[in-house]
């Protein structure tokens, strides 16, 4: 007999500011903007309908996610669904030029034929959440980021960028949430550090960091983290499987951080992997049961497709993780050894 997907009442439920209840696993909407391959409505749509399903109530989304495509596609696979039933999430720091054609390079393989402009600025913060209230279907939005201020997107034009947005696109999400047309704002990006200047330069609901604090790296741990709970910052956490070597497993080929995994992080990996085994538990369970036990944490956003991906994964985060993982971990120097665990 199938194992049963946890229900609704079953996934746990943490908090982001006074009002918003997401569930411990949400769903992320970069693949449905054909990110590594082109979907069809079918199974966009059908990947939405099986996040809900699944009992998953955050969707996160992007104008960038194929150009306008991933919200569009949300958008549409919401219809009919009661407003109250989903916390949506979405970003500003780039609207869609529908005139401009592509030609970007942000690496979708397919998308709306739009360009992306890269403009962190007040106007252009409100012209984005417009936007994307219109390919979403819906008048607010729960969750505003500010995305890709960080070194990884933008090289050295990362200091311009993060002074417009600080001066510009955070006045805009602070006089949304004013309004309530936004129930919650922070950033999304992919360097703890960003994440840690933010939280000190202005008033900031969630930040979603991506990549930055996996059972196989620990970057945010030490600084981040620590202000986040010191402020009320509920924390979003991507990027969990480090774009994928903590799924699949250190296998020739596997990737980290979007390209194919060097030496010295496929034998960390390995590592991780046999004291896992070692243990009885999936690589892929430790790896969603770490990140989710720090105190900090209010989610972990997962892309996937396929109905039976989704399931597995809000399976996987469900599983019990044996407390004698954790402590090899530690004492082989896998984890530090003031991360927090799992009781």
Request: overall charge neutral; some cysteine; proline content about 7%.
């Amino acid at each position: 007999m199938a194992a049963r997907t946890p229900s609704a009442a079953a996934l746990p439920r943490r908090r982001i500011g006074d009002r918003l209840e997401p569930t411990l696993i949400g769903f992320g909407g970069a693949p449905l903007g054909d990110l590594y391959a082109r979907l069809d409505e079918t199974a966009a749509q059908g990947a939405v309908a099986a996040a809900l399903d699944a009992g998953i109530n955050l969707i996160d989304t992007a104008p960038l996610y194929g150009h306008g495509l991933s919200e569009q596609r949300i958008g549409a696979a919401l219809r009919g669904v009661p407003r109250e039933r989903v916390i949506l999430s979405t970003k500003v720091g780039r609207w869609m030029d529908p005139r401009a054609g592509r030609g970007d390079g942000s690496g979708y393989v397919g998308g709306l034929p739009h360009r992306a402009v890269v403009d962190y600025s007040y106007d252009g913060a409100l012209k984005a959440f417009e936007q994307s209230l219109i390919r979403l279907g819906t008048d607010r939005i729960d969750i505003l980021l500010i995305h890709d201020v960080d070194r990884w997107t933008h090289g050295e034009a990362v200091e311009d960028h993060f002074r417009a947005a600080m001066n510009g696109a955070y006045r805009a999400l602070v006089r949304l949430r004013e309004e309530r047309a936004v129930g919650a704002i922070g950033v999304g990006v992919n360097e703890a550090g960003m994440c840690e200047r933010f939280a000190q330069a202005g008033d900031f609901d969630v930040m979603m960091l991506a990549g930055r604090y996996t059972l196989l790296e620990q970057g945010a741990l030490n600084r981040f983290l620590p202000l986040a709970e010191a402020r009320g910052i509920a924390v979003m956490l991507a990027g969990v499987f480090n774009s994928g070597i903590l799924a699949s497993g250190p296998r020739p080929g596997a990737y980290y951080n979007y390209a194919p995994a060097p030496p010295a992080i496929l034998d960390r990996a390995r590592r991780i992997e046999a004291v896992c085994r070692a243990h009885g538990t999936p690589l892929a369970h430790a790896a969603l049961a770490f990140p989710a036990a720090h105190p900090a944490v209010a989610s972990i956003v997962l892309g996937a497709v396929a109905a039976a991906e989704i399931r597995a994964n809000v399976a996987a985060a469900a599983a019990t993780v044996p407390p004698a993982l954790w402590q090899e971990l530690k004492a082989e120097g896998l984890l530090p050894p003031d991360a927090p665990t799992p009781a």
